[in-house]
């Protein structure tokens, strides 16, 4: 069954580094997403990316974040300087549409990356 | 903003019903989900169910909607050890405009089965 992938599972990064998250979304979906997780706290939407342009982002989405899709197949969020608040699990999603309508259309979510800032 | 509430731990006996409860504000959510989530695995879609319906029934799960009190809940007959998870209850309003095709979740309620 297709799914989500992204890389490294794990990832430490010191305080003012920039940080790349990758996501491999499944193939002939058109719509992809990052969402984070703070430990403790509930699974927050950063951003929305269709037809390599971002369609909708969240406050927390600021010019510290940007995402891109360098090629056929890879989703990355970048992470410019790297604060201690943005360690957290970051999730990517992808879907065939943006809204669903039917059960099979729905957001698949990758594992996490678990970013740490020391 | 919308907010999505629901209980943090559940823990039941293998073999009984298990009932995961989460309330939102919302009172314009069209999409109210449940997600489950195993460790080191990412969210997996258990089911959804549209605003205007009351009850969705997929075989173990009973999806139940009170729209007047914002009440959503998710039972699982029969608990096993392996629906041991983290669930998740999300909502989304696509007719909102902006940030229609963001999910809000609550929290999530981590279930454990005790054999």
């Known amino acids: 069954e297709p799914e989500v992938t992204q890389t490294p599972s794990h990832q430490v990064t010191q305080m003012g580094q920039e940080v790349i998250l990758r996501c491999v979304p499944i193939?002939?979906?058109?719509?992809f997403y990052w969402y984070r997780q703070i430990l403790g706290q509930k699974v927050e939407f950063l951003v929305s990316?269709?037809?390599?342009?971002?369609?909708?982002k969240s406050e927390i989405f600021d010019d510290q974040f940007s995402v891109e899709r360098p090629d056929g197949s890879n989703f990355t969020l970048k992470i410019r300087s790297t604060k201690l608040e943005d360690s957290a699990m970051y999730f990517c999603?992808?879907?065939?549409?943006?809204?669903?309508?039917?059960?099979?259309?729905?957001?698949?979510f990758g594992p996490g990356t678990r970013l740490t800032v020391l | 903003g919308e907010d999505v509430e629901q209980s943090l731990f559940l823990s039941v006996r293998e073999g009984d019903s298990s009932v995961i409860n989460c309330t939102y504000t919302?009172?314009?959510?069209?999409?109210l989900y449940w997600y489950k989530q195993e460790p080191g695995a990412g969210l997996q879609l258990l089911t959804y169910?549209?605003?205007?319906?009351d009850m969705k029934q997929d075989q173990r799960l009973t999806v139940l909607l009170n729209k007047k009190d914002k009440h959503l809940s998710l039972r699982i007959a029969d608990t096993q050890t392996g629906d041991s998870a983290i669930y998740f209850c999300?909502?989304?309003?696509?007719?909102?405009?902006?940030?229609?095709?963001?999910?809000?979740f609550g929290k999530g309620t981590k279930l454990s089965v005790i054999p």
């Open positions: 999300a909502e989304s309003n696509p007719d909102s405009g902006a940030g229609s095709y963001q999910l809000t």
């Open positions: 990316f269709y037809n390599n342009e971002i369609s909708e």
């Open positions: 169910i549209f605003s205007n319906m």
């Open positions: 919302d009172s314009s959510s069209t999409y």
């Open positions: 999603a992808s879907s065939v549409e943006g809204l669903i309508v039917a059960s099979t259309d729905t957001q698949y």
């Open positions: 193939s002939n979906h058109l719509y």
